[in-house]
């Protein structure tokens, strides 16, 4: 693998508090092993014909002056306040794959290097937080791949990112101007505006938020104890064409969004495992409500709590209730997580008890709108007939929380992963989950479905661990 560099110079500079999405990730990866990578999302971008290696590169440097995120480092000071720098020169690497004449194995070149760059930790006070690929047959430039650091975007933060290198190596392929930089907030605004008065009634609001849910919802989404043991991380994925288009149908019946539906069936199968009539999740939210946000190229992402009670006549008032609970949630997603910390710990002290908030739910799906994911036949017989086209496979880890679940679009499925402590879910509880999702958002879609025959429904029950009553 030959390695390239990308230089850059002139650029805008400065430095001041990080933003709230920087902190909530930078907190979440060095209270983990820092070591480890905390999966770092990246993408991909096709190069149009007619472009050399070095028109990329020069692309790839013209990236790097439209976002500062791209050109900023972190430090933590001795009273553990976070700073970011943009730095107004400096150099990236570029490894260049060759992939021979003709460029053949694009597609699996490209998965086997995401693998590797997902996992690859970073020294963020002392590196840029982009690693960039570039795949070429012979000198043809075929692909770029985008490596970043998760605390310099988030997963809308990358696809903005890919959509801009995307614009830039087209531009230049027809011999245009490149076109301007998208109207989008950079993190050291960010960071100004939560420090305004807007921001700062915000964030203030948000932590009363928290700690109003905080005082109430259950200890922990686990009461019987795990397997004794360190702690032993392990996932699994399920495409399924019938989860997906229950879930719209769903959603298009009550009215609802596909979040809220989907996050009742997960709540009520994990309550079916584990006995417990509500649960406690953190929604990811993702913080972008204003064109400015949605455009950036930053990681904006923070955890949301929802208590989720699991009770009801029918599936329909489960999810009504979880439609309620995550918007109000998601309107409370930005706050400052030292600040939250303390609020938790307060609060445990109040309670007398420790507050376990490690199960999580994120909806990465793009489409949300249920109608366009419903083109085709969706009756009864048809949905059920794609059943037969799930398919289920164990992964790596990525994870380190009891319980996190992950959705996803592909073109024709929902992609589901569930990471998962396994001395709380073993790799059996992990499929089981998996597909008592898919078989309850299918019964519920065609049949009422209510709350207490959700473990018969799907085969699933709380474990009897010993010592447990």
């Known amino acids: 693998m030959e390695r390239r560099s990308v230089e850059f110079t ?6 001041g508090p990080a933003t709230c999405g920087q902190v909530s990730m930078w907190l979440d990866i ?15 971008v096709e190069v149009p014909s007619g472009l ?8 790839l440097r013209a990236l790097m002056g439209r976002h500062e995120s791209l050109r900023t480092f972190l430090a933590e000071d001795a009273d553990g306040r976070l700073t970011q720098t943009v730095t107004g020169s400096g150099r990236v690497p570029v490894d260049l794959v060759d992939l021979g004449a003709g460029g053949q194995g694009l597609w699996e070149a490209l998965a086997g290097r995401r693998r590797v760059v997902e996992r690859l930790p970073w020294d963020l006070s002392a590196e840029l937080p982009l690693r960039p690929t570039i795949f070429h047959g012979a000198g043809e430039p ?14 809308t933060g990358v696809r903005n990112l890919v959509a801009d290198l995307a614009a830039l190596v087209e531009a230049r392929a027809k011999g245009l101007d490149r076109p301007p930089p998208p109207a989008a907030r950079q993190p050291l605004e960010q960071a100004r505006y939560e420090r305004s008065a807007e921001g700062d009634r915000r964030l203030a609001g948000a932590l009363e938020y928290w700690r109003t849910r905080l005082a109430t919802m259950p200890p922990t989404a686990f009461p019987t104890a ?9 996932a699994a994925v399920l495409y399924s064409r019938a989860a997906d288009l229950a879930l719209n149908l769903q959603a298009k019946r009550y009215d609802l969004s596909g ?3 989907l996050l009742a069936a997960t709540g009520l199968v994990l309550g079916a495992y584990t006995g417990m009539p509500a649960c406690a999740v953190q929604l990811i939210c993702a913080n972008r409500t204003q064109e400015a946000e949605r455009r950036a190229v930053a990681c904006m992402i923070q955890g949301a709590l929802v208590s989720l009670d699991l009770r009801g006549e029918s599936f329909g008032d489960v999810a009504t209730r979880a439609w309620t609970a995550s918007v109000r949630a998601y309107r409370n997603g930005l706050y400052d997580k030292r600040e939250l910390r303390r609020t938790i710990r307060s609060v445990e002290e109040q309670r007398g008890v420790r507050l376990d908030l490690s199960c999580v739910f994120n909806d990465m799906r793009e489409e949300t709108r249920p109608d366009r994911r419903l083109a085709g036949p969706a009756d009864e017989a048809a949905v059920r007939a794609t059943l037969r086209d799930s398919l289920f496979r164990p992964e790596p880890a990525v994870e380190q929380e009891k319980f996190a679940l992950y959705a996803e679009d592909t073109p024709e499925m929902l992609r589901l992963t569930l990471h998962a402590d396994s001395r709380y879910l073993d790799a059996g509880a992990v499929r089981d989950v998996l597909f008592g999702i898919e078989r309850l958002l299918v019964e519920s879609a065609f049949g009422e479905v209510r709350p207490d ?3 018969r429904l799907t085969g699933i029950a709380a474990p009897r661990r010993e010592g447990a009553e």
């Open 226 to 234: 795990g397997e004794p043991g360190l702690p032993s991380y392990h």
């Open 142 to 155: 075929l692909a770029v791949l985008l490596s970043v650091a998760h605390t310099a975007a988030d997963g």
């Open 52 to 59: 050399t290696v070095e028109d990329v590169l020069d692309e």
């Open 10 to 15: 002139r650029q805008s500079t400065g430095s």
């Open 259 to 261: 979040t809220a539906v």
């Open 453 to 455: 025959e959700v473990g």
């Open 30 to 44: 060095t209270g983990k092993d820092p070591r480890e990578a905390f999966f770092n999302p990246s993408g991909e």
